[in-house]
C-alpha cells in the first residue's frame, strides 16, 4: 500500500492482539534459549547459576496460555482479530494469488500461516506437559501416562526443525512485503494502526476500555487454567515450584 497525502488512520490491531503477539515472541524466543543454556556446559550460560529448565518450563506455560487466549480471542476479539474475518477458503486464496486482493487484516494466505503457528507453537507447549527429561524435569501430566509420555517426549524433540522453520517464513515473509510491497506490517503490529485511502471505507477496529478488559480477564482465565495444570503434577527441578 502507498502512502499519499490523501491517507487516513485506521485501527486494524486491538491492544490484546498486540500484546499477544510480542509476549507470544518473547516467550518462545526464551523457551528455546533456555532449553539450549540447559544443554550447555561450559561458559557463562552454564556458570550463571541459573535453574535454565525451570525458565523452559516456565516460558512454555506462558506459550500455551498465551495460545489458548488467542484461541478465545479469535472468536471474542475485535473485528480483524476473529478467525471468521481472515479464514477463508481456496478460492480467495487463489484470487489473492491473482492479485485480486485488497484487505486489512492477515491476508487468505497469511491467514494460514496464522494457524499453523497456533497449532505447532501450541502443540508443542501442549506436548511440553507430557515431557521428560528422565533426569530432573518432568512435564506436570506426565503421570498419567508412560506410553503417551514417551510419545509426546518425542513429538516435543521432533517439532524443532518444523518451529524453525515456519519462523524463518514468518520473518522472510515481512521482510517481503517491507521490501517488494512497501507495507510496514511490523509498525501496524506494534500501534495497532494503518495509513488507507479514504474511499476503501475500511471497517475500524474497536480497541477500548472494553476491550482492553476483555482482552485481561480472557488472559487471566487461560494462565489460571495453565496454572492449575502446572499444579497436577511436580514439573521440574524445583526452584519455582
Ligand atoms: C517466535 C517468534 C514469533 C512467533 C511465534 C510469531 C507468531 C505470530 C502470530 C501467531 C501472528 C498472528 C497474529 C494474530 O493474529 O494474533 C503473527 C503476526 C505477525 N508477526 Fe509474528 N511471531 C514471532 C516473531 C515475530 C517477529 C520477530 C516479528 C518482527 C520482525 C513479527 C512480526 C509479525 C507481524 C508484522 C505480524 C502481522 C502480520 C500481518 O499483518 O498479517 N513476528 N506472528
Ligand atoms: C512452546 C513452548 C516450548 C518450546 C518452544 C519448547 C522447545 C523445546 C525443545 C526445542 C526441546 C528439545 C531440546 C533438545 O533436544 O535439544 C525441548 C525439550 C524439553 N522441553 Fe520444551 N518447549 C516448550 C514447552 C515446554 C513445556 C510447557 C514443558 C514442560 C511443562 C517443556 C519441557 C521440556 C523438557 C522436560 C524437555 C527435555 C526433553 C529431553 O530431555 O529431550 N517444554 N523443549
Redesign the pocket.
Known sequence: MYQNSQDITIR??DFP?RF??WA??IC??AA?FSIKAAGTTEGWVANAGIAWMDWHVLSGYCVLSLILF?II??FTGSYY?RFSQ?LKGPASIMQYFKGNHDSL???PL??L??IA??AV?GFQAFSGLFTTDDIFTNGPLVHLSAGFSKTMTSLHRSNEPV?II??AL??LS?VF?RVFKK?K??S??ITGKTQVSPENNYVQATDNLRVFIAGLVTLAVTSGFVYWISTLGASSSGSFY
Open positions: 486494524v490491531w492482539t499477544f503477539h507470544l515472541a518462545v524466543i528455546f488467542r480471542w479469535g482479530a481472515f487484516g492477515h491476508n497469511g491467514a500461516s496464522v503457528m497456533l507453537f518451529m515456519l519462523f514468518h520473518i515481512i512485503y507495507k506490517l511490523v501496524t503490529m
